[in-house]
T-cell receptor, first 112, second 115 residues
Framework: DGGITQSPKYLFRKEGQNVTLSCEQN?????MYWYRQDPGQGLRLIYYSQIVNDFQKGDIAEGYSVSREKKESFPLTVTSAQKNPTAFYLC???????????FGQGTRLTVV | AQTVTQSQPEMSVQEAETVTLSCTYDTSESNYYLFWYKQPPSRQMILVIRQEAYKQQNATENRFSVNFQKAAKSFSLKISDSQLGDTAMYFC????????????FGKGTKLSVKP
């Protein structure tokens, strides 16, 4: 089945560690996005990419990094510079920018 | 900058009844899209309905319809014949046409459908 796969579903990180969240899509979509969701908040954009080897910062990019080496994959690294990383992270993709976004099932990251 | 406001943090409705969720937005753009997404307890975001700003006709998808008032910058979602499976967070989102495809979300409305 075509879709967006995020892994793992739950992730625990110790203080000071970097951690990478995986996002893979087999929809042949060009554009991919990372959003962060906090309780009582809407989704906020972290990073996005419209083509391979190119990506741009969103509204809350500080403490995060991404790569886009393949069309199918858009991993997000939460670095130790991110002061409050505990949140729910959602990856999305679009076939073109002016179309609706399809979302993965999310990764819940908890700092312990 | 665009903003999206959902003024109802929580709502409830009896099964089989109709409920309307409110959304207002602020923008100086004339070409844009509006969306309603549903986030059930599984937490996966699912598209409910989409509206292009240049279309005057309100979008409809089965039991879901919108009331799009462009001048008032209002985009409400009506759910008819509510079902238990409609229980979810509902997010209104704005996207400027020709932008990078970035969605701007409201804070959501938690809808509970009661049997």
């Amino acid at each position: 089945d075509g879709g967006i796969t995020q892994s793992p579903k739950y992730l625990f990180r110790k203080e000071g560690q970097n951690v990478t969240l995986s996002c893979e899509q087999n929809l042949n979509h060009d554009a991919m996005y990372w959003y962060r969701q906090d309780p009582g908040q809407g989704l906020r954009l972290i990073y996005y990419s419209q083509i391979v080897n190119d990506f741009q910062k969103g509204d809350i990019a500080e403490g995060y990094s991404v790569s886009r080496e393949k069309k199918e994959s858009f991993p997000l690294t939460v670095t130790s510079a991110q002061k409050n990383p505990t949140a729910f992270y959602l990856c999305a993709s679009k076939i073109m920018v002016n179309t609706e976004a399809f979302f993965g099932q999310g990764t819940r990251l908890t700092v312990v | 900058a665009q903003t999206v406001t959902q003024s109802q943090p929580e709502m409830s409705v009896q099964e089989a009844e109709t409920v309307t969720l409110s959304c207002t937005y602020d923008t100086s753009e004339s070409n844009y899209y509006l969306f309603w997404y549903k986030q059930p307890p599984s937490r996966q975001m699912i598209l409910v309905i989409r509206q292009e700003a240049y279309k005057q006709q309100n979008a409809t998808e089965n039991r879901f319809s919108v009331n799009f008032q462009k001048a008032a910058k209002s985009f409400s979602l009506k759910i008819s014949d509510s079902q238990l499976g409609d229980t979810a967070m509902y997010f209104c989102a704005f996207m400027k046409r020709g932008s990078q495809g970035n969605l701007i979300f409201g804070k959501g409305t938690k809808l509970s459908v009661k049997p």
